[in-house]
């Protein structure tokens, strides 16, 4: 499975991009508005830092200005995917973006029939949002298990199942288990993946033993 880091904060991005580990960033209009950075600049910054795909969401709502959009924003970089949301207009623009080579991240997808649509429109990946269909109360990893089964269903599909809205490790564990592509995980829970109290105190003690032999490497 693949690891996205879901941020548009340059310093995160690099941080976790020297682990080796970083396959790819996805940003929204939300997450750009955080970093209080001209959007251009930020995608310019982080195309230099990851090679992986780099998701940068158009924010027209009909196809023809949001393919323009696209193209604009393809334009930066070989790695830049446009992220389109899953309505009809995001659903023609996906088309034609594919048409033009470029990646399509289909955004806030909620059903297995939209990530249907998706695929259909030639989406590189779709991106379902796990942890908004959980607040309100309904079963996000549900969706990506229907998701798994209606693309395994046919084989002509290739789009990607990029977990999106990650509230913790265990959406991460769980969407391992069902075989989705990519997590799209936001930093602070992507380094909450390497911890355990258990290593912490075992490291612990190895040090304190280690300190009382008196020896050097
Ligand atoms: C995905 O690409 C989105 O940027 C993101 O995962 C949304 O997460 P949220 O529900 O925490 O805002």
Avoid at 115 to 120: H, N
């Amino acid at each position: 499975m693949q690891f996205f880091v879901d941020t548009a904060d340059i310093d995160d991005i690099r941080d976790l991009a020297a682990t080796g580990l970083l396959d790819g960033v996805t940003t929204n209009p939300s997450l750009v508005a955080k970093s209080g950075r001209d959007f251009f600049d930020v995608l310019k910054d982080i195309c230099a830092v990851v090679e992986g795909p780099v998701s940068a969401e158009v924010t027209a709502t009909d196809h023809e200005t949001m393919i323009a959009q696209g193209r604009k924003l393809a334009a930066i970089a070989d790695n830049i995917t446009v992220k389109v949301p899953l309505t009809w207009e995001g659903l023609k623009a996906c088309r034609a973006l594919r048409g033009d080579g470029t990646m399509v991240n289909v955004t806030l997808c909620f059903s297995a029939t939209q990530a249907l649509l998706a695929a259909k429109a030639g989406a590189t990946f779709v991106s379902p949002f796990v942890g908004r269909l959980d607040d309100i109360g309904q079963d996000g990893m549900q969706l990506i298990q229907d998701i798994r089964t209606v693309y395994d269903n046919y084989t002509a599909l290739d789009t990607k199942v990029l977990v999106a809205s990650i509230r913790h490790p265990t959406h991460v564990l769980q969407s391992a288990l069902i075989g989705a592509d990519v997590c799209t995980v936001p930093p602070d829970i992507l380094r909450k993946l390497a911890q355990h109290p258990l290593t912490d105190k075992g490291l612990a003690a190895f040090l304190a033993d280690w300190q009382s032999t008196g020896q050097d490497i």
